[in-house]
C-alpha cells in the first residue's frame, strides 16, 4: 500500500507548490505581443477568464476585439462583432454586470464634429477562441452637443453606462439612460466635472465605489458618490509612452494602465484606498517579503507549508498502517 500513499503524497505537493496565485490573478506586468495590436486604446479585465484582459485597436482595424493573457502576452483569442457596420474611432471597453462588454465607439478626433457615435455591446464569451459574435449597436448623443471622448464605464451593480469626454481644460462625467435602447437614440448628460485633466480613460472599482480617470501623464481618484463623484487624490501613472488605458484588476486591488503602440506595456499600481497588504507595493513586481533576493514569495511560503504539513501527515498514516 505505499504506493498509494506515494502518489497522494506527490499530488497534493504537485498542488501546494503550483504557480503563484499572482500569475492567474493578471495583476503582474505584462507586453502585449500580438504585431496587430498597435494601438491599444482601452483594456478591461475579464470577469470570467482569471488573467485575460480585452483590448482594441484605436481605429482603421475593424470590428475586432482582443483577448490578451497578461501570463504571456499572447492573443488567446480574436472576437469579430458582427452587427456594427464599420467602426470610426473605437477608444474604451468596459465590462458590466451581466456578462456583457460595453466597447464605446466613441472618439472624434476632429474635435466634437459627429452628430452621433456608438457603444456596442455582446456577451463576454465562455470560451476563449477566435469567433464572430453579434453585437447591439447603440446611438449615442450628447445633451450638450457633439464631443471628442475616450472614456467610457459601465457601473458593476447598476449597468448604467457613463462616458467622460476628452478636453484638455477638462470634461465631464456624462451618465447615459437606465438603460440604453437598440431602437432610437441614447441621450447621454453631464453629471459632474471631471477638471484639471484630459480624461484618456476611466474604470470603476469593481465594488462600484471609486472611479479612476486618467490622462498621457498623470489620474486623478474620485469616490463614486451615487455619480455625484467627489475627487480623492491624484494619481502617478507609469511612463509608458502615449498612455491611452487603464482597468481595474478583476479582485479590485490593482490598477492595470497600457498605452498606444507595438509591443505595448501594461504595468500595475496598487488602487487606491489598498494598503498593500495583500501585495507588494508599487509596480505589483512579486518581490520578496524580507526585502532581499533569496527569501520565498508569499504564495510561495505558503505553498511550501502546506507541502510540508502534507509530508508529515503522509508519514504519519504510513506509520500507523505498519503498527497495524
Known amino acids: ?14 498542488g501546494a507548490l503550483a504557480v503563484p496565485a499572482s500569475a492567474a490573478d493578471g495583476d503582474e506586468k505584462f507586453t502585449i505581443k ?6 491599444s486604446s482601452g483594456l478591461a479585465a ?12 484605436d481605429s482603421d482595424d475593424g470590428a475586432y476585439l482582443y483577448a490578451v493573457d497578461s501570463a504571456t502576452g499572447e492573443t488567446v483569442a480574436t472576437i469579430t462583432m458582427s452587427g456594427v457596420g464599420s467602426p470610426r474611432d473605437v477608444e474604451a471597453i468596459s465590462i458590466g454586470p451581466d456578462g456583457q462588454i460595453y466597447v ?33 449597436q447603440y446611438v449615442v448623443k450628447y445633451s450638450d452637443g457633439a464631443r471628442d471622448a475616450e472614456s467610457l464605464v459601465v457601473h458593476p451593480k447598476t449597468g448604467r453606462v457613463y462616458i467622460v469626454d476628452k478636453n484638455e481644460k477638462g ?3 456624462y451618465e ?21 485633466l484630459e480624461a484618456t480613460d476611466a474604470t470603476l472599482s469593481p465594488d462600484g465605489e471609486h ?27 507609469p511612463f509608458l509612452g502615449q498612455g491611452e488605458s487603464v482597468t481595474y484588476t478583476a479582485d479590485g486591488k490593482k490598477l492595470m494602465y497600457g498605452a498606444e503602440g507595438a509591443d505595448s506595456p501594461v504595468e500595475p499600481q496598487d488602487a487606491p484606498g489598498d494598503d498593500g497588504s495583500d501585495a507588494p507595493s508599487g509596480s505589483g513586481s512579486s518581490a520578496t ?3 532581499g533576493g533569496g527569501g520565498l514569495s508569499g504564495n510561495l511560503k505558503t505553498g511550501a507549508i502546506v507541502a510540508g504539513a502534507v509530508l508529515v501527515a503522509v508519514l504519519a498514516l504510513r506509520g500507523l498502517r505498519r503498527r497495524r
Open 176 to 196: 447615459g439612460p437606465a438603460r440604453l435602447s437598440p431602437s432610437g437614440t441614447n441621450l447621454f448628460r453631464p453629471i459632474a466635472a471631471v477638471p484639471d
Open 1 to 14: 500500500m505505499r504506493r498509494p500513499f506515494a502518489l497522494l503524497a506527490a499530488a497534493l505537493l504537485t
Open 46 to 57: 475579464s470577469r470570467q477568464h482569471p488573467g485575460i484582459y480585452w483590448t482594441h485597436n
Open 104 to 136: 464605446g465607439d466613441i472618439g472624434d478626433n476632429l474635435g466634437g464634429t459627429w452628430p452621433y457615435v456608438w457603444i456596442y455591446r455582446l456577451p463576454e464569451p465562455k470560451n476563449l477562441r477566435d469567433q464572430t459574435i453579434k453585437a447591439t
Open 289 to 291: 517579503s524580507d526585502g
Open 34 to 39: 500580438d504585431p496587430r495590436i498597435t494601438e
Open 171 to 173: 470634461g465631464h462625467l
Open 211 to 237: 472611479l479612476v480617470v486618467r490622462s498621457y501623464f498623470g489620474a486623478i481618484a474620485y469616490d463614486w458618490n451615487g455619480g455625484k463623484i467627489k475627487k480623492k487624490e491624484r494619481l502617478g501613472v
